[in-house]
């Protein structure tokens, strides 16, 4: 069964079904709103370059520093003020230093820090440590100096001073020194290398975003106007400053850019802890062979050169995947369409015309045909819909209307074209006729130009009748009549007699059928009287899903059988279930 399933859904194509609303307004505003979306889709794919394929950069970094300053009554170089780091991409300047020389391995007072501060022996202890110690105490409460007593220790003495920074910096005309950055970068996926030094690189350019935006000399403290802080500031307690290398290059020869711009940010907080400050220490080696040391704690300026950017090329790969991916986004004006019109239908509910046949052809409600009934008045041109259970007589019950689907009519000669029913009246229906069938015809056709009759009312008709042509019951749901109010029955039109009860025109139906169907049978009866119940349901109801549950009315159901009667007189009637 599931096999089945799955091959018959191979052979089988779904489509879903569309209205198309005849109207300018909506018309012109879904034409709009295509257009918008178009011209949206245009405009992202060219500003976010969604025709392009992308690849992220590599790159390697160098830096060059250089410059001289006198301070101090001594000369600082680049072997002085530069210190490697051991962070990838960046370098040090520095810029203030404080400086504790010859240090040798002694027991001195501590530095007064809180800690630190004693009165008597008793407040320090042997082979104590604090984490801001220099060294390890001894035990002994001693002068520091005429305001303080510290505990001793052991350590490098001189302890080193732990207040302020000198201000103004020490180095504070580093500013005027200069870096040569040199960046090489490479997009693996294009195979495609590039540097930051121009081709005619002037070697005495410096960097200005305005003149000379490509140049890679920067002047440390342009550097820091640049990143929005003042340098003398900066230099006493120093801090970071991110050097940003963006490269965004556009690889396609017919637009070509890929020059690196360049940007800079202070990453270290100027008002939590602010600066970057490390020590190092230089050792000597006396005459007597005892070991000394000179202990620097250096403030300056770490630099980080920060690459990044991404190179792009066309790929027609890339424009159909992002297209294919925006085309959803048509489906957008239909659902605002919709919206709208749902607001409208809403707003005008019982007023516009257009509204009410939309809101009809869109919505198409499945029923449980057990639970629903159809029924046409002749003096009402829709069809009603009844919903079960039944509390009164199916003529009095209240429904709501519903659409019907005609078909066209006219005899069962209609099933071949003039001329075929030229050949058809020569080869068979000719033999076939007799000089009485032949009056038969004339008679129905003459009927047919011939007014309305009106049939006698019966007497006896029940309540719930209105053309006085049906008979009683007990049943709800066969309490109908062809008619709403008093008039006459439609059994009595030319039209019932001709399209219902002809036998001329049900039998070119059967045999329409079945070419080979025996007219002498004696099962003839029943069905010539099924096929007329069915014509009368197409003839009023139309052609739809459940015409099976269309019920005719008593009067029309009750001539239909006396023109066709069963041998036995036992009628099933309308099935409920």
């Known amino acids: 069964m599931g096999v089945s399933v799955c091959l018959e859904g191979l052979t089988q194509y779904d489509s879903p079904k569309y209205i198309r609303t005849q109207s300018v307004t909506w018309g012109c505003l879904k034409g709009f ?31 060059n520093v250089k410059g001289v300053t006198f301070t101090n009554d001594r000369i600082w170089d680049t072997a002085e003020y530069t210190i490697p780091m051991q962070a990838t991409n960046s370098f040090f300047v520095m810029t203030n230093i404080i400086k504790t020389e010859n240090q040798l391995k002694r027991n001195c007072p501590e530095y007064p820090f809180v800690k630190a501060v004693c009165s008597s022996d008793n407040q320090c202890k042997n082979g104590s440590v604090d984490i801001h110690s220099k060294g ?5 409460c001693v002068v520091y100096n005429a305001t303080f007593k510290t505990c001793e220790v052991n350590a490098w003495c001189p302890v080193q001073y732990m207040g302020e920074p000198p201000e103004p910096a020490i180095l504070r005309s580093s500013e005027d020194f200069t870096v040569l950055i040199k960046n090489n970068i490479k997009f693996p996926k294009f195979n495609y290398s590039i540097p930051n030094i121009p081709k005619n690189f002037n070697t005495s350019c410096t ?41 965004d290059c556009n690889l396609d020869s017919w637009f070509y850019d890929c020059r690196p711009k360049y940007g800079f940010q202070r ?64 489906g957008l004006v239909a659902s605002a369409i919709e919206v709208v019109l749902s607001v409208v239908s809403y707003s005008n509910s019982g007023k516009s015309a257009l509204c009410k046949i939309y809101n009809r052809k869109k919505y198409e409600t499945v029923l449980n045909p057990s639970q629903v009934m159809y ?12 919903k079960k259970p039944l509390k009164t007589s199916l003529q009095h019950a209240q429904g709501s209307i519903v659409e019907s689907h005609p078909v066209k009519f006219c005899d069962a000669g209609s099933c071949c074209t003039t001329e075929s029913n030229e050949h058809c009246d020569n080869e068979e229906s000719e033999p076939m006729r007799s000089t009485e069938s032949n009056e038969n015809d004339d008679n129905e056709q003459y009927e047919l130009g011939q007014p309305l009759r009106q049939g006698a009312s019966s007497p006896d008709s029940p309540k719930w009748c209105c053309c006085g042509k049906c008979l009683p ?11 709403r109010k008093k ?12 399209l219902v009860l002809s036998s001329r025109t049900l039998k070119k139906a059967l045999l329409y059928k079945d070419p080979f169907l025996d007219l002498t049978d004696g099962n003839i009866n029943n069905q010539m009287r099924h096929l007329a119940y069915m014509q009368y349901v197409h003839w009023r109801f139309g052609s739809f899903d459940l015409e099976d549950r269309a019920v005719i009315p008593s009067c029309c159901r009750w001539k239909i059988r006396d023109t066709y009667p069963k041998v036995v007189n036992n009628y099933t009637g309308f099935k409920m279930e």
Not at 316 to 324: C, D, M, S
Not at 487 to 498: K, N
């Open 33 to 63: 709103l295509y257009l918008t979306v178009a011209v949206s889709v245009c405009c992202i794919v060219v500003i976010f370059r969604l025709h392009q394929e992308v690849d992220e950069v590599n790159s390697s970094v160098h830096t």
């Open 136 to 140: 390890i105490q001894t035990g002994r």
């Open 207 to 247: 960097y200005n975003k305005t003149i000379f935006p490509f140049c890679p000399i920067f002047r440390l403290g342009n550097i820091v106007q640049e990143a929005k802080q003042k340098f003398s500031e900066m230099a006493v307690k120093g801090g970071i400053i991110a050097i940003r290398i963006n490269w």
């Open 267 to 330: 990453l270290d907080d100027k008002n939590i802890m602010p600066g970057f400050h490390f020590r190092y220490a230089k050792y000597y080696k006396l005459p007597q062979g005892e070991e000394q040391r000179t202990l620097y704690k250096v403030y300056g300026i770490r630099f980080d050169v920060i690459v990044f950017g991404t190179g792009r090329k066309f790929n027609i790969i890339e424009l159909i995947k992002n297209i294919g991916s925006m085309i959803s986004y048509f």
């Open 375 to 386: 029924v046409s008045y002749v003096d009402e041109p829709h069809v009603t819909l009844i």
């Open 473 to 483: 019951t007990q049943k709800y749901h066969e309490q109908l009549c062809c008619r």
């Open 487 to 498: 008039g006459q029955c439609i059994t009595t039109s030319h039209w019932f007699q001709q």
